[in-house]
């Protein structure tokens, strides 16, 4: 499909950004397996990887690509994951995929997020997507009704459980005008592990897959 088509050419150019003998931080999507895939083609190269994700550390270790345990990792240069929105300032909405908590943290210890994407990631206000919020399973009704006076309609991603044994909530209808702090009253809900808002901690870098080609931003 199209779309497949700019996601792989994205994850191509981001390969610009690994430096030979290092550890990698690799996200967790559709976009971010492209990048997988031509990762493998410099695997002797670098030094290995930290995951976001057990589905992208199976992915890895397919391709006998060394994947370290983030405590043991030392310095990562960059961090390559995708978004499920991004706006003109590298603020991003993840979780899509389930893996924003592994995400975060990598995005959080990493010098430069490269953020891949094909360009219809790239929204002007946050929101239209459902953000993602992973709660503790027994606080999942107080969250909910702690979301529902911040103005947002709460829906619990039902079958689903993260790689750390948590729930989610997709929070629907908001139109975010302030990422940040919305980001700061998410995090200050008892029960709340971590929001999809990446917005304190956004994307240096964007590629992003259009019909012209890959186009870059710098945040
Ligand atoms: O869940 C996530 O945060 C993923 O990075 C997601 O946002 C991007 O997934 P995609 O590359 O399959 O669109």
């Not at 088509?5 to 397996?33: D, F, H």
């Not at 410099?42 to 270790?61: C, F, M, N, P, Y």
């Not at 911040?150 to 302030?178: A, C, F, S, Y």
Request: proline share 4%; with cysteine; hydrophobic share 45%.
């Amino acid at each position: 499909a199209a779309s497949d088509e700019m996601k792989k050419a994205a994850a191509e150019a981001a390969l610009e950004y690994v430096e030979n003998g290092t550890i990698v931080g690799v996200g967790t999507g559709s976009t971010v397996n492209f990048f997988i895939d031509a990762l493998a083609t410099k695997k002797d190269d670098i030094e290995g990887a930290v995951s976001s994700s057990e589905e992208s550390t199976a992915r890895l270790k397919a391709h006998g690509i060394p994947v370290f345990d983030l405590n043991a990792a030392g310095p990562v240069p960059v961090y390559i994951d995708g978004a499920d929105e991004i706006n003109e300032h590298g603020q991003m909405i993840k979780g899509g995929g389930a893996a924003l908590t592994r995400e975060k943290i990598i995005a959080a210890v990493a010098e430069k997020y490269v953020c891949i994407a094909d360009q219809s990631k790239m929204v002007g206000i946050l929101g239209k997507f459902p953000l993602p919020v992973e709660v503790i399973p027994m606080a999942r009704s107080y969250v909910a009704r702690e979301i529902v006076k911040l103005g947002g309609d709460p829906e619990w991603r039902q079958g689903v459980t993260t790689d750390n044994g948590n729930w989610i909530l997709d929070v629907h209808n908001l139109e975010i005008m302030k990422p940040m702090e919305l980001e700061d009253k998410l995090n200050n809900i008892v029960g709340v592990v971590t929001n999809g808002l990446f917005a304190a901690r956004g994307a240096n870098i964007a590629l992003l897959g259009s019909p012209d080609g890959v186009k870059k931003y710098e945040f």
